[in-house]
């Protein structure tokens, strides 16, 4: 069936829909639109059979909707209406949510009812929790109601008969939070109702700031709003009743101004920042800490786990090197098995554009962000003594998606959504991936997925060859899932063997061409185009940073990408 994928932007849920329903044989195409014009324009030019919406901000025009099926994907049960709807499930507390596909009509969140699915809120926040659940209960309910659709007998469900709520914009005024009054539970919730779009705006050090992002303290206490400590560039500021740690701030748009991005929390405030203890985080914890820490490592069962998540999956020079010391600090323990990557949500997305973007020198941090990158590939590379295992619970993207394939093998979670390319930001790209890529799919479908840019399935990517086991999980179980599996592996007696095939391998492929080469081939032509200053890449990663429009069609037209890749995908959710 030809399908056509309607979106604000090409986010996370955009790109896995349009990737399954793919994978299920529909031919689909998608339109960022931004007006009723840009949403004419692809209903006409692509012609489609129906029309989905994953993510869209505006209203479908009544000549689209009267003459074409164009369902809805909103973020809440079956009678919630509202744009803030996540928002406001997580800053109450909500036990459980939902995900509801409707048909367009005339009025927001109010037209006939096709699927519905529901999921058990997790303590999260909530671009994890969009990516993750709401994505799982996405997929679900609408490919019910695709399946539903093309029986051509089934009838929508009319809201007449439901319980309707309907909640205006979650504004910043219900958002705000009273540091000498809230307690750390009431901060937390409303800090990651907020964490990636918009943030908490508040005072601080005489400024406003956006906050965005939150994790418990259970050690450090002080007077309620003061700042306490800093940690891995996070900031630890007290609740009335503890503290929590802030990863992330945002400076708020100056009238007429440029905008504003999000930036670790040190490095915004730069000068700004009083002298304050950096209290490290120790490597090893105890599972029953609650505070904040980027990069962890325990063992279990002769499996040794090095546990990261990174913001927006973003890995800034600091954030790498930090995590290459850890990876060599866990190439000492006496494991059989590493294995590499987070509980939840993003693996990686490669090198960090809003540490680069706000840099004096964009081209130097670029430069410097890679070689970081490449180094930590490198060390995963040419560990012979043990098999490695890159765990991916999310999405990964671009250097991320090289870093997993630097490993022996990649497990990914069902919900898992690939970009293995660069073009989309105009680099040719680093990680090696000359080396891991081709040797992993062939060099035909290595070209193919580089030109192409499409995001890949789980289930395709384990088709291609790109990951070696999916793991239908959820996202809270997918850690235990990967624990168990790892176990197995650490004693199977086929492990040592593999160990010692994997040494001579490497071996054998460093003969034939050395890694360094491959390093140096694909740095020769990062350089060029870093150090280009017309290059596409600077608009491309400024645009992408500060969420402007990337260069490409004007407002009022649509862009049709028939293979779902050909226009910049957008940091939201």
Known sequence: MRILLIASAFNSLTQRVHAELRDRGHTVSHAVVHDAGAIRVAADRYDPKLIIAPMLRIAVPEDVWSRR??????????????????????????????????????????????????????????????????????????????GRFSSGSYRPRPQQDLQVRTRSALGQSRRRIDWKEDSTASVLRALRAADSRPGVLTELLGEEWYLHGGHPEDQLRGRPGTLLATRAQAICRATADGAVWIPQLRPRRVPGGPATFRLPAT???DD?????????????????????????????????????????????????????????????????VLVLGGA???????????????????????????????????????TTDRLVVAALPGNAAAGGVMLALAADEVWCRSGTVLNPHYKLMGLPGSEYWTYTLPRRVGPETTENLTRDTQPVSATAARRLGLVDQVLLSTPSAFAAQVATRAAELADDPRTHQRITDKKKT????????????????????????????????????????????????????????????????????
């Open 69 to 146: 099926t164009c369902l809805i994907v909103h973020p809440g049960p079956p009678g919630d209406r509202g744009p803030s709807s996540l928002d406001w499930a997580i800053q109450e507390g909500q036990a459980a949510w939902g995900v509801t596909v409707l048909q367009a009509n005339g009025d927001f969140d109010a037209g006939d009812i096709w699927a519905s699915a529901s999921f058990p809120m997790p303590a999260a926040a909530k671009s994890d929790i969009y990516r993750g659940e709401v994505a799982d209960a996405a997929l679900e309910a609408v490919m019910l109601a695709v």
């Open 267 to 269: 490095l915004a405030l």
């Open 272 to 336: 700004r920042l009083p002298p304050l203890p950096e209290v490290p985080a120790p490597l090893e914890m105890p599972p029953s800490r609650r505070t904040f820490s980027e990069i962890r490592y325990h063992e279990d069962r002769g499996v040794g786990f090095v546990r990261f998540a990174f913001p927006g999956g973003a890995m800034s020079t600091v954030q790498c090197r930090r995590l290459l010391a850890a990876y060599r600090f866990a190439c000492t323990r006496p494991t059989r």
């Open 344 to 382: 939840r949500d993003f693996f990686s997305n490669g090198i960090h554009l809003g540490v680069i973007e706000a840099a004096g020198n964009p081209a130097d941090a670029s430069w410097a962000n890679v070689q970081a990158m490449n180094d930590v590939v490198e060390a995963v590379l040419t």
């Open 506 to 573: 490497r071996a054998r492929d460093e003969a034939i061409k050395p890694l360094v080469t491959y390093r140096n081939e694909e740095l020769a032509m990062m350089r060029r185009v870093i150090y280009d200053p017309s290059a596409p890449y600077h608009a491309l990663r400024r645009a992408f940073v500060r969420k402007e429009a990337p260069p490409g069609p004007r407002r009022g037209r649509a862009a049709v990408a028939p293979s779902g890749g050909h226009e910049q995908p957008r940091s939201i959710l």
